[in-house]
């Protein structure tokens, strides 16, 4: 299924539209249709879920209605050493199965209560 980029993601600002593939109940990869990027992507229900509120504008902008319509995802970065592998759960995709439109968001780790986090995460 092919998504509409309507809000950029990390590294691909020139993407317009993704197909996604879904690899099983947990891993999907999306592939760029005019760049042919991929990013894997691991399901939000797989790991212990973060709560919280999409903006009224993200919501508006990927038409977002009803929560059942939408998918939530993490970007998986998978390296030789799995142990050097990497999941952005502070940035996640979501994608509006119904009209088929997807975007990035960055969580607030303040907002969530977990601000306490910047600390032991590494600055570049």
Sequence with gaps: MVYEVVIPIDGCT???EFELSKLDDFF???TGVETGITLRLMS???LKSLAFELPEDFKNKLDIE???DISIF???VLQAEVSNSSMN????IIMNNKTNKMGQI?????E???ESLNNILPKF
């Design 14 to 16: 020139e993407e317009k």
């Design 28 to 30: 999907s990869v999306i």
């Design 44 to 46: 939000f229900g797989a």
């Design 66 to 68: 009803r929560l059942e």
């Design 74 to 76: 993490y970007i998986f």
């Design 89 to 92: 759960i502070f940035s996640p």
């Design 106 to 110: 960055h969580l607030n780790l303040e």
């Design 112 to 114: 969530l209560g977990l």
